[in-house]
């Protein structure tokens, strides 16, 4: 489960998001293990989760349209 941003913090949303999907962006010469829609790596997709200003799950569901 994503950590909720009013509760972690910057460094433990990167890490949620990089064991969730295999991503060692920028390093990873665009290895695609993330398999995400948009063809950019995790880090880049989940930057406004990571940075606190958007939660998880909204990102997730426009990625996937759940």
Do not use: H
Not at 29 to 34: F, H, T, V, Y
Not at 45 to 57: C, M, P, S, W
Request: charged residues 25%.
């Amino acid at each position: 489960m994503a950590p909720q941003i009013d509760y972690s913090t910057k460094e433990e949303r990167l890490e949620f998001i990089q064991e969730k999907y295999s991503c060692k962006a920028p390093a990873c010469g665009d290895c695609l293990s993330c398999k995400l829609p948009n063809g950019l790596s995790a880090i880049e997709t989940f930057a406004e989760y990571i940075d606190g200003n958007v939660e998880y799950v909204i990102i997730a569901s426009k990625l996937w349209k759940i």
